[in-house]
């Protein structure tokens, strides 16, 4: 049964699709946005290198089918130490499943099968499925062919990185969503001083968000240069 599983995967709270900037990604967004709505696609694959927002989209979706009163599940595959196949047992009854990083868990037999079953249990009632990885279906090194060829039967967006300037006009949507006004002086000053990887950013900025609410200063290259001591 369902809910004697340990389902104990939490979705982060901001992760939104209000909050994802799209860049280059606006018709992929959209098609998440109407399968969380259940709308659409029923099988969504997105692929693309860290840090272009595959999880992000993913649990953003869960977030926005819940909201619309829905039944989802999270599951992320990346630490498939952490979970076992027998997760994956009869949740098909739910409206919204997303599976993150599956490319983890290829080469492993009890997961490849378990995977397989599921994708068919979910296709024969016609419930939605987002699934993500690192790479596209074709370049995915599953051993069970079935498997491999049934995730190209769906819709595949490959999710594309943000240009310096996208990065910026990113984190001034997420400053905005917390009640903080980024400058897109500040935004390349931490490009050119920070990290340039959008989940070290977001965690950079969420460290300024706690220190300007701790010392009710705006976000000036001096504030920014003290908090990160720079």
Same mark, same amino acid.
């Given at each position: 049964?369902i809910d004697?599983l340990?389902l104990?995967?939490?979705?982060?709270?901001?992760a939104?699709?209000a909050?994802?900037?799209?860049g280059?990604?606006?018709?992929?967004?959209s098609?998440?946005?109407?399968?969380?709505?259940?709308i659409g696609?029923?099988f969504?694959y997105?692929?693309?290198?860290?840090?272009v927002?595959?999880t992000h989209?993913?649990?953003a979706?869960?977030?926005k089918?819940?909201?619309?009163g829905?039944?989802?599940l999270?599951i992320?595959l990346?630490?498939?130490?952490?979970?076992?196949?027998?997760?994956l047992?009869?949740?098909?009854v739910?409206?919204?499943?997303?599976?993150d990083d599956?490319?983890?868990v290829?080469?492993?037999?009890?997961w490849?099968e378990a995977?397989f079953?599921?994708?068919?249990?979910? *296709? /024969?009632?016609n419930h939605? +499925?987002m699934?993500?990885s =690192? #790479?596209?279906?074709?370049d @995915?090194s599953?051993?069970l062919?079935d498997?491999?060829?049934?995730?190209a039967?769906g819709?595949?967006y490959?999710l594309?990185?943000l240009t310096?300037?996208?990065?910026?006009q990113t984190l001034?949507? *997420? /400053?905005?969503?917390?009640? +903080?006004v980024l400058t897109? =002086? #500040?935004?390349?000053f931490? @490009?050119?001083?920070c990290?340039r990887?959008?989940?070290?950013?977001f965690a950079?900025l969420e460290k300024?968000?706690?220190?300007s609410?701790?010392?009710?200063r705006?976000?000036?290259?001096?504030f920014v240069?003290?908090?990160?001591g720079i």
């Amino acid at each position: 049964m369902i809910d004697q599983l340990p389902l104990n995967i939490h979705l982060r709270d901001d992760a939104t699709l209000a909050n994802y900037y799209s860049g280059d990604n606006k018709e992929a967004l959209s098609a998440v946005l109407d399968i969380a709505n259940g709308i659409g696609e029923t099988f969504i694959y997105l692929w693309g290198q860290t840090g272009v927002g595959r999880t992000h989209l993913l649990q953003a979706a869960c977030h926005k089918a819940t909201e619309a009163g829905s039944t989802v599940l999270y599951i992320a595959l990346k630490d498939e130490k952490k979970v076992s196949p027998a997760i994956l047992q009869g949740i098909e009854v739910l409206s919204l499943i997303c599976i993150d990083d599956i490319d983890s868990v290829a080469g492993k037999p009890e997961w490849e099968e378990a995977l397989f079953h599921l994708f068919n249990k979910i *296709r /024969a009632i016609n419930h939605r +499925l987002m699934i993500s990885s =690192t #790479v596209s279906p074709k370049d @995915l090194s599953f051993v069970l062919p079935d498997l491999k060829s049934r995730l190209a039967w769906g819709v595949i967006y490959q999710l594309h990185r943000l240009t310096d300037e996208q990065k910026i006009q990113t984190l001034q949507l *997420r /400053a905005e969503h917390r009640g +903080l006004v980024l400058t897109e =002086t #500040v935004g390349q000053f931490l @490009l050119n001083r920070c990290s340039r990887d959008m989940p070290e950013l977001f965690a950079i900025l969420e460290k300024l968000d706690r220190a300007s609410l701790a010392e009710q200063r705006g976000l000036t290259i001096p504030f920014v240069k003290h908090v990160l001591g720079i």
